[in-house]
């Protein structure tokens, strides 16, 4: 009896031992919390965030990461209120970077990572993208620009050219709608794809300036390179290029008209090229190309419009776990976890691209000399979602844009003060 209860005695010490080892090293392990949009799950595009959390939890056993997945527009407006309140703040954020994170750098919610940050390999834009006022808050491993979709397979058959210059464009845009085929799909139903457009627009009359300026209070909305641009959008919908009902339809309605040769071109994102390769979405060759310039206007063929596609910023709660942080953020920056994304512009050097559209559109970017940021995330929040409806109204035939921008910069003075 006397052995039995020795051996019970000494198991129960080892049992309480391994116990008492086991809380330690949870105890004693970091962990991280990082919001971000998409969950990690099979969805393709999801496949980036599934190979960065799965991999990095992986080979990171010592890090707990609880990674919290909140949706758009949940994320920012989530991010809105805890940058607000300054409390609950996570360690990383999912960031487009720009002057909403330089306003949350401002506020003294973010920390300084440019020593850690500034030599992890990647492009300058992207790096840029994550700066503000001289400090590195963050990564970007990748980039979207817009660009031109067109319908490779349409301009075959009827031995168009893809348009260098505006009014190359209106003619093939004349010519599409001879033959039956709306010239663009747009999707203004849901208002912010309208924006692409005319960023462009504007830029091609009055260069990058042209909204820099407006942005800085140093010219207004209404300036002239904003009106001509906005005529010539409402001029453009007039004459068909956007169908007979661009209002009511939906920017998954601008993919399906692509998708089946309804529409031959379409203004967007290169976040679409995953899809619009994808040969279960669509059997219509697809090709990826710079906007046209204007002649005689200001803007260039490498003043191009867009922002981080996905970006990811740290907050000043981190501030004792940068070695967890700075390890998250360079797998973020790995080639093995960005080869997993099937679609998007990657800024890390060796990562190939995984499509000839992607292909396309990273040889756009690099050949990019001035970034600008969607005005709907670069611009204040108050302000954005007037912007985005007042751009819908440009197809409208029986509007008064100039007014339309002018009643806009008088919301933009109420906001951000008076242009000087």
């Known amino acids: 009896m006397k052995s039995k209860r020795t051996i019970f005695l000494a198991l129960l010490l080892v049992v309480v031992m391994l116990v008492g080892m086991f809380s330690v090293s949870a105890a004693?392990?970091?962990?991280?919390?990082?919001?971000?949009?998409?969950?990690?799950?099979?969805?393709?595009?999801?496949?980036?965030?599934?190979?960065?959390?799965?991999?990095?939890?992986?080979?990171?056993?010592?890090?707990?990461?609880?990674?919290?997945?909140?949706?758009?527009?949940?994320?920012?407006?989530?991010?809105?209120?805890?940058?607000?309140?300054?409390?609950?703040?996570?360690?990383?954020?999912q960031s487009w970077g720009g002057s909403v994170m330089g306003g949350y750098a401002d506020a003294g919610r973010l920390l300084d990572m440019t020593k850690e940050l500034k030599d992890i390999p990647g492009s300058a834009a992207a790096q840029q993208a994550m700066?503000?006022?001289?400090?590195?808050?963050?990564?970007?491993?990748?980039?979207?620009?817009?660009?031109?979709?067109?319908?490779?397979?349409?301009?075959?058959?009827?031995?168009?050219?893809?348009?260098?210059?505006?009014?190359?464009?209106?003619?093939?845009?004349?010519?599409?709608?001879?033959?039956?085929?709306?010239?663009?799909?747009?999707?203004?139903?849901?208002?912010?794809?309208?924006?692409?457009?005319?960023?462009?627009?504007?830029?091609?009359?009055?260069?990058?300036?042209?909204?820099?300026?407006?942005?800085?209070?140093?010219?207004?909305?209404?300036?002239?390179?904003?009106?001509?641009?906005?005529?010539?959008?409402?001029?453009?919908?007039?004459?068909?290029f956007f169908g007979a009902t661009p209002l009511g339809e939906a920017y998954g309605d601008a993919q399906q008209l692509m998708a089946t040769g309804k529409a031959g071109m379409h203004v967007t994102g290169s976040w679409m090229c995953a899809q619009y390769s994808d040969p279960s979405f669509t059997d219509q060759k697809l090709g990826f190309y710079p906007f046209p310039v204007l002649k005689g206007g200001k803007g260039k063929a490498t003043d191009i419009m867009g922002q981080t596609d996905i970006g990811f910023a740290v907050t000043r709660v981190a501030r004792k776990k940068k070695d967890a942080v700075v390890r998250f953020l360079k797998y973020a920056m790995s080639v093995e976890a960005c080869s997993a994304e099937p679609g998007r512009i990657c800024s890390v050097p060796g990562v190939k691209a995984p499509s000839r559209l992607t292909e396309m559109a990273s040889a756009v970017f690099g050949k990019a000399e001035a970034i600008q940021f969607w005005w709907d995330q670069d611009l204040p929040p108050m302000v954005t979602s007037p912007l985005n409806d007042a751009l819908q109204q440009f197809l409208l035939p029986n509007t008064d844009v100039k007014k339309l921008l002018t009643n806009y910069e008088q919301l933009v003075e109420e906001n951000l003060g008076p242009a000087k």
């Open 131 to 240: 700066t503000w006022k001289g400090k590195i808050y963050g990564v970007a491993p990748f980039f979207a620009i817009a660009g031109v979709f067109v319908n490779e397979d349409i301009f075959d058959r009827y031995n168009l050219k893809v348009p260098t210059t505006i009014e190359e464009m209106e003619e093939v845009a004349e010519a599409l709608k001879a033959k039956g085929i709306q010239p663009f799909a747009v999707g203004a139903r849901d208002k912010w794809p309208v924006l692409a457009m005319y960023m462009y627009l504007v830029n091609r009359f009055g260069g990058m300036e042209a909204f820099n300026d407006a942005q800085a209070r140093k010219a207004r909305f209404d300036s002239e390179p904003m009106v001509k641009a906005a005529q010539l959008y409402q001029d453009w919908a007039k004459r068909g």
């Open 28 to 93: 004693s392990k970091v962990k991280l919390v990082v919001w971000g949009r998409d969950l990690p799950d099979d969805d393709p595009a999801h496949a980036y965030i599934k190979a960065l959390i799965n991999g990095f939890k992986e080979k990171n056993p010592d890090i707990e990461l609880e990674y919290m997945a909140l949706g758009d527009p949940g994320l920012m407006d989530k991010t809105k209120v805890a940058m607000a309140n300054n409390r609950d703040l996570p360690d990383i954020f």
